[in-house]
């Protein structure tokens, strides 16, 4: 564990968004349970750019699900803001990922019946939410799709596809923002912008962005990073760089 | 490559469901239908058999032939005969039957049925027996057939009123019923049975128009019967030969009914094929990485194409054995509850012929197979490099229409309307029809060949708005143009059915409109007295009608046929040509021409006299034949309307001059009679009181009002001085009148003349109406099925496309969209589908039925049933929200987080 209490950015002193504690998931595979959550308590505070690193089943996604409502934890507590997320009703879920919780995946991020446009601006359709147009439009020339924006996807490269998902994302300023392997499918270059955007987005924005990641490189643009391993968190990083945190995974891995 | 087939199907059998549910109703239909006709076949033949093979023996007398060689009535045997056949050594026992006709009064005292019922008497040796209670042994007893006895509502136990030859009503006990089954001499207009001795007092009738029978011991039957025919010098047949002839002759409907069933089995099948065509495209599409790594480890094309085949034999043949099994259920209730509305109880016990077995299979499995040909062929043509690609579906939208589709299917639009036109300028009969049908399928071509474009289409106009409502129905707006060609299969499907019903709905519509109008315009009347139509010449009446049972083909229908006022405006006066040497029928004036009996004048000068009536006219009626004995000149019919304004009162088409032309010295005159004739000829009508010569002053369209010629009243009387009644009374209520009390004087008017009907002309339409109307509810129910399959269809189509995209919903999910907004989404396409599929049927509906209906009925007035295009519509809402139902479910019940994570 290395906690360097010397090395303050102020982003990681900002007051939590979002609080879990305590918080397991075990899942049933027929006879053996299998804890892919096993008690993590974890803080993210506001304008910070986390990441949450671990080998291959270390529940690193599942987490994330956890902290977004997508899925339900088996015990523990998660709050966004005030709000206790944890035990809330489908219906009530729904509406706070639609009005506080942006999301980017790894792929198959947007429907590719709409238009970029469309998908940027879908959310905000479903909750029926007023557009704030300067906000779109600083989003949309920070992200250069100005020209794109009456593509389908399929008329799009990947890390265009990827951007409009950003976009999409950062568009109504919710509380936090989580990228699930957002340059996974993406080639290098591709990855480094839409990794600047969301570092910049975070920066400029005071946006909260967490996260998850296999990738040593992409863990660097983040401000700080938690390792996890079998369930627990194991291990955290602040102010990254790719050298560190492959040395830290290598030490997980071993 | 066998074992992975059915692996994958095992896997993948949830796709199957709605593919084997709409295969399975179609076979079931077709192999019900089957099994119905010949259990329906096998208990009427079973009934015949058993009661013509009661005796040994039935002989007929022959139709006599007069000299011109034009068939008359049978003479029947007289009692010498039936004596001499007792004394026969080879004759045990011999009866006779004797049948005249007897006027059987309703409960409420008027006569039954449009023609006085048959009347008979079995000897004791007979091949009837009573169906429930006794045959009449006393003089005071009476059976009545069955349907008779449905259609007045007697019951055993009753007293029954009949009049006899002096028409005095006499009063019987009902003791029994006879089922006559489909026999057309007694199924037609009724028929009531007397004890023998009774039934000379009865009807007049003498001598035996059948003899029964049985054959001493020793004595084949074949030598009793030739032994018979010795005495009697007709063919004479054994019981089992009658009956057998009796059973192939009724077979005949049974076989209308069945290939009438079965057309709809096809048009069910027809749609299922659709269905299971598009299935299995979408299932080939998203198991394009399956085949590809299939081909990758050394599948052979011909391997793949022949997996996919047998994928769809077993799937096929698996729905079609359900199928079958259904199909002997249904038959079975069928015949449990259907044979007995068509007047034939289904006795005997099912029948399941390997015929209607292995039909059913082979239908449901060939077109299966066949269906899923052009899949299988697509299926040959995945590369193997299509295994390495990621997710070839989710991106995939479809390409646009080329324009070779689009101007072959404009084409084929160009086609159908140029044959629309074809069939509207030829003259008004079934050629005509013939080239709408042509012209309809061409046009379901087009739809077909245009259906993505029409999709597409269609759905950009009704998203305009539908966007507006939010997010979940422009999603569906959107997804629903995503594979406009699967969308176009999946609606084609039930275009099939709604395009059937509504065609045949305005075709039923505008005749009913048509026929109402017509004889509302022609012939503005309320009520029509006439005296009962007695087909035979009451006086010397031998009951002699028809005797032979097989040489009439249809029968079944004595439910319809007997209700006293469906024939009697439109058919307008008899054609019979008989003789008569009696001067009264039924206590009624006679037309001596013609030996029909006539109004009397009694009536007549009753009803004028009413306030309640406001206008009486009437019509006399006779025909005047040049020379009776030379067949090739016809009789002509002539006419006049007292008491009435030609042109006014009674009006028509008139192709030459005008109604109102007709005075005394003037002949109006029709169409088919006017033999190339105009107006301003000349024509002669031989009369009794000196022949009239006549100026043709209009010829007019034959019609249900008008035929043959109509001259003044003047005239009339004095070309037929004897002629002092009318055939027919028009009647109008008197302005202002209650309905109610016309009706009371109309009904006390003939009180005294039990015979002389009187008919509602608005009673007369509603029953005209129902009749349509039951016509039209028991097709569109037919036709139901075909909806049902397409829904499914739908619905098939719906749920894959749902699994194709669960990572789209889990996508919308996340980003907060509720799970009623998900489901909600589904709905809205689905039911977009069925609008569009629905919608599309309908227009073909109304544009090809006013075609249908032009092209047959001249003068058609066109209507379009708007209630029941709107409950159509309706239920293609209500199908669409079905349709969606499961797929909906599905979609929302999915995990979010497990969609997301499964590639």
Same mark, same amino acid.
């Not at chain 1, 291959?56 to 997320?85: E, F, P, W, Y």
């Not at chain 2, 047949?237 to 009956?243: I, L, S, V």
């Not at chain 2, 028809?546 to 319809?560: I, P, V």
């Given at each position: ?254 | ?164 030859? @002096? ?38 009738? @003498? ?11 020793g004595t084949s039957d074949e030598d009793a019967a030739a ?170 939208? @479809? ?302 369209e034959t019609n249900a009002t008008f035929w043959g010629a ?75 099925l075909a909806i049902i399959i397409a829904v499914f269809g ?110």
């Amino acid at each position: 564990m290395s906690t360097p209490a010397a090395q303050s950015p102020s982003p990681v002193q900002a007051p939590p968004v979002v609080v879990a504690r305590g918080l397991t998931k075990t899942y049933d595979t027929g006879g053996s349970q299998v804890h892919a959550l096993a008690g993590v308590d974890v803080d993210f505070h506001r304008g910070a750019f986390t990441a949450i690193m671990g080998p291959s089943g270390s529940g690193k996604s599942t987490l994330m699900h956890c902290l977004a409502g997508l899925d339900v934890a088996t015990s523990g507590t998660v709050h966004l803001g005030r709000t206790q997320i944890t035990g809330m009703r489908d219906g009530d879920l729904t509406l706070l990922r639609r009005d506080r919780i942006g999301f980017i995946f790894q792929s198959f991020n947007l429907l590719p019946m709409l238009t970029a446009e469309q998908n940027i601006l879908l959310p905000s359709q479903i909750a029926r939410r007023k557009v704030d147009q300067e906000r779109f439009d600083h989003i949309i020339d920070v992200v250069g799709l100005r020209d794109r924006l009456g593509h389908l996807p399929a008329k799009l490269s990947g890390g265009q596809q990827q951007r409009v998902a950003v976009a999409r994302a950062l568009l109504n300023a919710p509380e936090v923002v989580y990228a699930d392997e957002p340059t996974g499918n993406l080639d290098s270059r591709s990855g480094a912008e839409v990794l600047a955007f969301l570092r910049d987005s975070a920066k400029d924005l005071h946006q909260t962005i967490v996260m998850v990641t296999h990738d040593p490189v992409a863990a660097s643009y983040a401000d700080r990073v938690v390792f996890l391993r079998d369930g627990r968190l194991v291990d955290e990083v602040v102010d990254p760089t790719a050298e560190v945190v492959s040395e830290h995974l290598l030490k997980l891995e071993a | 490559m066998l074992r992975t087939t059915l692996a994958g199907l095992r896997l993948h059998v949830s796709r199957y469901v709605t593919t084997i549910l709409a295969i399975m109703l179609g076979v079931m239909f077709v192999a019900g239908t089957l099994v119905f006709a010949d259990t329906l076949e096998a208990s009427y033949e079973k009934s015949v058999m058993g009661s013509a093979t009661s005796v040994d023996a039935i002989a007929v007398p022959d139709p006599v032939e007069d000299e011109d060689g034009f068939p008359g009535d049978p003479v029947p045997f007289d009692q010498s005969v039936l004596d001499d056949i007792r004394a026969l050594p080879e004759v045990a026992e011999a009866d006779g039957l004797i049948r005249g006709q007897a006027v059987l009064l309703d409960a409420e005292g008027r006569a039954f049925g449009f023609t006085p019922p048959t009347a008979v008497a079995f000897g004791e040796t007979t091949r009837f027996s009573a169906s429930e209670g006794e045959l009449p042994a006393a003089d005071d007893e009476i059976a009545l057939a069955t349907s008779t006895a449905d259609q007045t509502g007697f019951e055993i136990g009753d007293t029954v009123t009949v009049l006899d030859t @002096e028409q005095d009503k006499r009063d019987f006990t009902l003791t029994g019923l006879v089922d006559f089954g489909v026999d057309t001499g007694y199924a037609f207009g009724g028929a009531v049975v007397f004890a023998q001795d009774d039934i000379q007092q009865m009807t007049g009738a @003498e001598g035996y128009s059948e003899l029964n029978a049985l054959a001493t011991d020793g004595t084949s039957d074949e030598d009793a019967a030739a032994a018979i025919a010795t005495v009697t010098g007709t063919d004479v047949q054994t019981g089992a030969q009658f009956g057998e002839e009796m059973a192939e002759s009724a077979g005949g409907d049974t076989e209308m009914l069945r290939v009438a069933l079965l057309l709809f089995g096809v048009i069910a099948m027809f749609v299922a094929g659709i269905v299971i065509y598009n299935t299995f495209a979408i299932l080939i599409a998203q198991r394009q990485r399956e085949l590809a790594l299939l081909r990758c480890v050394g599948a052979k094309r011909g391997q793949v194409f022949r997996s996919v085949l047998t994928e769809s034999f077993v799937v096929g043949f698996f729905a079609s054995a359900l199928g079958v099994l259904a199909g002997v259920g249904v038959g079975a209730a069928g015949a449990r509850f259907g044979g007995p509305l068509m007047g034939n109880e289904a006795t005997a016990s099912l029948v399941v012929t390997p015929t209607a077995v292995i039909v059913g299979l082979l239908i449901g499995t060939l077109m299966t197979v066949f269906s899923a040909l052009i899949p299988a062929t697509r299926a040959t043509r995945v590369a193997p490099l299509a295994a390495l690609r990621t997710s070839a579906t989710a991106s995939g939208l @479809e390409k646009g229409t080329g324009w070779v589709r689009a101007v072959f299917g404009v084409l084929a639009f160009a086609v159908s309307a140029a044959l629309v036109a074809l069939s509207q300028m030829g003259p008004t009969d079934t050629t005509g029809l013939f080239i709408v049908t042509g012209a309809a399928m061409t046009a379901f071509v087009g739809v077909v060949v245009l259906g993505p474009l029409l999709v597409r289409g269609i759905v950009r106009v009704i998203g305009i708005p539908l966007r507006r409502t939010g997010v979940p129905g422009m999603l569906a707006v959107d997804n629903s143009t995503r594979s406009p060609r699967r969308a176009a299969t999946a609606m084609i499907a039930l275009t099939v059915g709604a395009t059937l019903i509504t065609g045949y709905s305005v075709i039923s519509d505008s005749f009913e409109t048509t026929l109402t109008e017509q004889l509302e315009r022609e012939f503005p009347v309320d009520y029509q007295v006439s005296a009962q139509y007695n087909p035979e010449d009451q006086a010397n009446t031998d009951g002699s009608e028809d005797d032979d049972a097989a040489e009439g083909a249809q029968g079944g229908d004595g439910l319809e046929e007997g209700s006293p006022n469906e024939d009697g405006a439109v058919e307008g006066p008899a054609t019979e040509d008989e003789t008569t040497d009696s001067a009264s029928v039924d206590g009624l004036p006679v037309d001596e021409s013609t030996g029909d009996p006539l109004v009397p004048s009694e009536i007549e000068q009753t009803l004028s006299d009413s306030p309640q009536v406001g206008k009486v006219m009437s019509e006399r009626f006779t025909m005047v034949d040049e020379d009776p004995d030379d067949f090739s000149t016809m009789a002509l019919p002539v006419s006049a309307y007292y008491g009435a304004e030609m042109g006014v009162d009674i009006r028509g088409e008139a192709i030459e001059g005008d109604l109102s032309d007709l005075e005394p010295g003037k002949v109006l005159l029709t169409e088919n009679s006017a033999e190339g004739q105009g107006v301003g000829d000349t024509l002669t009508i031989p009369a009794p009181g000196g022949d009239l010569d006549l100026e043709i002053a209009a010829i007019v369209e034959t019609n249900a009002t008008f035929w043959g010629a109509v001259v003044d009243p003047e005239d009339f009387t004095a070309a037929f001085p004897e002629i002092q009644e009318a055939r027919y009374l028009h009647l109008r209520s008197a302005d202002g009148a209650d309905p109610a009390d016309v009706r009371d004087a109309v009904y006390s008017a003939v009180e005294e003349y039990p015979t002389v009907q009187v008919m509602s002309v608005a009673e007369m339409k509603n029953q005209f109406s129902e009749m349509m109307d039951i016509a039209f509810y028991t097709i569109a129910a037919m036709l139901g099925l075909a909806i049902i399959i397409a829904v499914f269809g739908i619905s098939n189509t719906m749920a894959l496309s749902v699994l194709e995209r669960t990572r789209e919903s889990a996508l919308l999910r996340a980003l907060g969209l509720a799970k009623r907004q998900l489901r909600r989404m589904l709905s809205v396409e689905a039911v977009l589908l069925c609008m569009i599929g629905a919608g599309i049927g309908i227009t073909l509906g109304v544009l090809f039925g006013w075609a249908a209906a032009a092209a047959v009925l001249p003068g058609l007035v066109f209507s379009v049933p708007v209630v029941q295009i709107a409950v159509f519509i309706a239920v293609a809402i209500l199908a669409g929200l079905l349709a969606a139902v499961l797929p909906a479910r599905r979609a929302a019940g999915t995990s979010i987080t497990g969609a997301l994570a499964s590639e």
